[in-house]
Structure formats: structure tokens, C-alpha cells
């Protein structure tokens, strides 16, 4: 076989394992949202979850459980999780660090600051508190990414200056965080750790077209950024010398992490573990090429918060364990046992 040929086999052999790859996580993805929906203090059948999703049910009692209170949950769970993976998966090419997530790197600390803020405050909002919250953790996640990359500016945005920018606002917002705490009355304080843990119960299908709208919106500029987003791995200079501008394409990706790590946390507090993971997961079985990294990303991102979800649901008979505690529970040994599982040098 010539030289090219064994290029073009090498490239097929990636592709097809790249698809599916994709097709698997869709596949787990539809059992996983079936069971979620299933999964709570009176287990369903899961035929009869089945067919209520798609419309063939005929008990009324079934209907108004999945429709009403569970179908949102579980799909909430899905784009949040979505939206985090996608994140996190921005924000490690951008900088070039597989340590990278909104968690580590400030902007859920300044959400939750944000959130933290109308509680203990009740800054005055025309808006009622259950969106104020919302609202003010989601500027708040804007102004820690804009902190980011402004303090990132002094040094031409470069990776490294970014990372510890990232850093520092963290430990900054983390800081007022415990200030608020400080001073707090104990049923503010008692709110505010709730939020902190995290929960997908208050989920309803307004704030999921929300949460979806902005996911969705997202998605073409990205794409659009995919080459470039791939190039940008290469390493700054070489983005450059194919006619990248590092520095607009930076902005604007840290504009798509503000959304939605912004949309994500403010409706269902801080979770921290899957815009990390999520992304290794995905850089295992897809590789680095973006356009199929990026999806990848989200779909295993869906795929991790909605396993949580039900973890949240079965690990303590019933209780309902604060998501953001199951994802570090569960999902760290497992990152652990991931990346030493695995010999390969993905990183």
C-alpha cells in the first residue's frame, strides 16, 4: 500500500470510530433519560415511561408524573450537562490545559457569589427572587470570564497568563463567598449551601427552553470556529501562521463559556465535575479533531450529569442527594481510575 493510501485508511479507520463513538453516546444517552424519568420515590415501569414519552400511554396517573414533574428534571439534566461539557471543552483548547473547566477556573464561583448576593442581600430586583437568583448568578459568571480575560489582556492573552487569572478571581469570589456566608442569617446561609450543592428539582420547562435556546445558539458559531478551534491546539504561533487571530478567537469563545456556563448554574447551582471530565471522556474516544471533540464533549456531558441524576435519586432510599455531591462522589474515583486505566499519553 503506498503512502497516501495508508493515510486515507488511517482516516477512515478514525472516522468510523469516531462515529461510534457518537452513536454509543446517543444510545446510552436514550436508556439513561428513560430510567431518570423512571427513577424516583414510586418507581415506573419503563415501557410505561416509554410510551408516555412518546405519546402511547393510556394511564393518566403516568402522564401527569412524567409530563408534569419528572420529564423536565431529566431533561434539564441533559442540557445543563450538555452545556457544561461543551464549556469546559471550549475553555481547555483555548487554553491548552486539560485542568481547565468554569469550576476551576472562577466563573461557577462567581455565579455562585452572584446567587449568594440576592440571598443574603435581596438586591433589589423588578423580578421576583426565583429569577432574580438566576438572573444575578448568570451576570455574575459573565463578569469572572470578563475579569479573565481582561487581567488575561496584560499579557496578550497568553494560555498561561489566562490560567492563573482564572485562578486568582477564583479564589477571589470564593472568598466574598465566605463573607456573605459570614454575615448571613441562618436561613440565608441554610439556602445558600443549598444552592451551592447543586439540584435539578426545580427544573421546570420554562427554565429548560432557556437553558436550551441558549445551548442551541451557541452551536453555530462554534462550528463555525471548529478549523480554527483545531488549529489553535497546534500552538499560538502556528494558529497564527495559518491565519487565526488568536486573540478574536479567544474573545469569543470566552463569550460562548459565559453563556453557558452562566444559563447552566444559575438555574441549577454549582456542579463542578462534568465541564472536567466530560472533555477527557470525549478527547479518549474522538480525538482532538474539534468537530467531532465538540459534540462529543456535550453528548458525554448529558450523558454524566443524567447518570448522576439517577444516582441522586437510588444512592440513599428516599432522599434525594444534592447532584453536585453525587458528581464528586461518584464521578472522581472514576476520573481517577480513567487516566490511570488508560497508558496512552491523551494529555
Known sequence: MTGSGIVTATYRRLARRRRLALAAGLAALAVSLILDVATGPAFLPVFAVARSVFGLAQDRTVDAIVWSIRLPVALIALVVGAALGLSGAIMQTILNNPLASSYTLGVSAGAGFGAALVIVLGVALPVPEAWAIPMMAFLFAGIACAGVYGIGQARESA?????LAGIALLFLFQALLALLQFIASPEALQQIVFWLFGSLQKASWSKLWIVTAVLIACIPPLLADAWRLT?????DERARGLGVDVRRLRLRCFALISGLTGVAVAFVGTIGFVGLVAPH????????DQRSFLPASALY????????????KTVLPGAIVPI??????IGVPFFVWLI????RAFW
Open 231 to 235: 488549529a489553535l491546539k497546534l500552538g
Open 340 to 343: 490511570l486505566r488508560n497508558r
Open 159 to 163: 494560555p498561561e497568563m489566562l490560567v
Open 324 to 329: 453536585g455531591i453525587v458528581t464528586s462522589l
Open 281 to 288: 471522556v470525549a478527547r479518549m474516544l474522538v480525538g482532538e
Open 301 to 312: 456531558g448529558a450523558l454524566l450529569l443524567s447518570l448522576a441524576s439517577i444516582a441522586s
